[in-house]
T-cell receptor, first 111, second 113 residues
Framework: RKEVEQDPGPFNVPEGATVAFNCTYS??????FFWYRQDCRKEPKLLMS???SGNEDGRFTAQLNRASQYISLLIRDSKLSDSATYLC????????????FGKGTSLLVTP | NAGVTQTPKFQVLKTGQSMTLQCAQD?????MSWYRQDPGMGLRLIHY???????DQGEVPNGYNVSRSTTEDFPLRLLSAAPSQTSVYFC????????????FGQGTRLTVV
């Protein structure tokens, strides 16, 4: 079983819609949690870190549930420019701070 | 700001050939790593380094060597290329520790024929 699991999608949503992605992780020792965004044929870029209390950045909200071992990303008022693949990323000090990536969830926002 | 620079961007190799993918960063990051990305597989860690002179294996190290003689450079060597190594390779650097952002190079698209 892969350590980080994501629904690959694709999620096809109209502009203005709200969409949510979940990610589950199997290592209870995981300490750091992130969402990265990857545009087609480009390098991944940090979208936001995920903190225990949950955090928000504009239209994006991330939540962490340690008890159930999942993180989520909510995108409100979707824009065409949000179309990308969203990567769930986990890290912990026991693995030398290596980043462990999920396979990504593909989002397509349509007019 | 250069950030993380990878060269080449594209490469075609014949089976059995060797080559080195170059990675350089100008952010004075101690932590550098190499990933490969294959369709449906996500990014998988090949090798990483926590500082000059220190390297370690990741999830898929076979067929690859690395060295870290300086903080700035972290080259990845393919010893004898195989078609299974056809992939997109990303180099990344970050400050060592939790909750630190990884900065990626633009990637190298490698095809082994």
């Amino acid at each position: 079983r892969k350590e980080v699991e994501q629904d690959p999608g694709p999620f096809n949503v109209p502009e203005g819609a709200t969409v949510a992605f979940n990610c589950t992780y199997s290592n209870s020792a995981s300490q750091s949690f992130f969402w990265y965004r990857q545009d087609c044929r480009k390098e991944p870029k940090l979208l936001m870190s995920v903190y225990s209390s949950g955090n928000e950045d504009g239209r994006f909200t991330a939540q962490l549930n340690r008890a159930s071992q999942y993180i989520s990303l909510l995108i409100r008022d979707s824009k065409l420019s949000d179309s990308a693949t969203y990567l769930c990323v986990i890290s912990n000090s026991n693995s030398g701070y290596a980043l462990n990536f999920g396979k990504g969830t593909s989002l397509l926002v349509t007019p | 700001n250069a950030g993380v620079t990878q060269t080449p961007k594209f490469q075609v190799l014949k089976t059995g050939q060797s080559m080195t993918l170059q990675c350089a960063q100008d952010m004075n990051h101690e932590y550098m790593s190499w990933y490969r990305q294959d369709p449906g597989m996500g990014l998988r860690l090949i090798h990483y380094s926590v500082g000059a002179g220190i390297t370690d294996q990741g999830e898929v190290p076979n067929g690859y060597n690395v060295s870290r003689s300086t903080t700035e450079d972290f080259p990845l060597r393919l010893l004898s290329a195989a078609p299974s190594q056809t992939s997109v390779y990303f180099c990344a650097s970050r400050v060592t520790g939790l909750n630190t952002e990884a900065f990626f190079g633009q990637g190298t698209r490698l095809t082994v024929v």
